[in-house]
């Protein structure tokens, strides 16, 4: 997959998803231009590894640097706000790791700093980028699988009940919603023709008062419904079903999906579509954030995010769930 990477990109965080940002820049051939991280050791470590020119003794140069084009940031949900108000009026481009805030009111700030300072604002959803969604959005709009009726959504992760990692910690905005439940919610948005305006869930909490497991109901004007369980704490497959009234479409590990089944109603035949590659799932979005830099296409689907975050912002208001920030 070589498609030469034309901006200057800085990561600001080092984890998991730093690491497979400065991978798919090299995949794309290209690299990450410079880091930004809290601890400058661990930056520089980070910057040896990828061999990145540039290293920042503090978070804020990376903002002030006239060479960056484009921040991704992968740091905890309830950082995001500070660092992007901070880059959106440097006049960067920024690509923000879901949940791109904490809530509507976060992201509606964001946006208006974004529209002001005519920079391009997105959200790291993984489901907006892979080529499969693209495939099976054809294939529905085509209507050969008729009406859609009803969205089944799992995702369940086994997480250490300890009470103090990122996952169960209140303080670093942990929580099934936030973490896992964005998935669910941008796939059943990517299929839905019109947004959920009926929004029902039963939640319950860990110790810590973040969502643990929960189980959502949501239905739009047009009628087609959707429902999702999510859990931190048992196993469950990351399965999406989306069942229409001429058939059906199953995807597995949903949240980097790369092949459908679809079944039938009429007389049970499947087809199998595969489209993309999971590994490259942070290319697909690379390469989307340079098309809508350079003004080409947007297909970053803002407005998908804009309304998943209200769906969340409302569920946890319905709980009684608010974060330190918040408060």
């Known amino acids: 997959m070589k498609n030469l990477v034309q901006y200057k990109w800085a990561t600001l965080g080092t984890g998991v998803i730093a690491n497979e940002l400065a991978q798919a820049l090299q995949s794309l051939g290209g690299n990450l231009y410079s880091v930004a991280n809290r601890t400058y050791d661990k930056g520089l470590a980070f910057a040896q590894k990828y061999d990145i020119q540039k290293v920042y003794q503090t978070i804020d140069e990376v903002f002030e640097d006239p060479e960056v084009d484009i921040i991704y940031i992968s740091t905890p949900h309830n950082t995001h706000i500070n660092y992007l108000r901070k880059a959106l009026s440097a006049g960067k481009h920024v690509l923000c790791e879901k949940s791109i805030t904490l809530n509507s ?176 799932a942070l290319s697909y979005e690379v390469q989307d954030m340079e098309k809508a830099v350079a003004g080409i296409e947007n297909e970053m689907h803002l407005a998908y995010s804009q309304e998943v975050m209200a769906i969340m912002t409302k569920l946890r208001k319905d709980w009684g769930l608010v974060y330190p920030e918040e408060e």
Do not use: C
Request: glycine share 8%.
């Open 105 to 280: 009111e976060e992201l509606e700030e964001a946006i208006a700093l974004a529209e002001e300072n005519q920079v391009i604002l997105a959200e790291a959803m993984t489901i907006f980028h892979m080529p499969i969604y693209r495939r099976l959005r054809e294939l529905v709009q085509s209507q050969a699988l008729g009406d859609l009726k009803m969205i089944q959504m799992n995702f369940g992760s086994y997480k250490d009940y300890d009470m103090s990692n990122r996952f169960f910690n209140r303080n670093l905005a942990g929580g099934a919603l936030l973490d896992i439940g964005v998935y669910a919610l941008s796939f059943v948005r990517w299929f839905m023709s019109e947004t959920p305006d009926q929004i029902s869930s039963q939640v319950k909490l860990a110790p810590t008062g973040v969502d643990e497991q929960m189980g959502i109901l949501l239905s739009n004007p047009k009628g087609e419904m959707a429902t999702i369980a999510l859990t931190l704490h048992a196993k469950q497959p990351k399965r999406g079903t989306i069942a229409y009234d001429k058939g059906y479409i199953e995807l597995y590990e949903y949240p980097r999906g790369q092949k459908a089944i679809i079944t039938y109603t009429e007389d049970g035949h499947q087809d199998i579509i595969e489209a993309g590659d999971t590994s490259q």
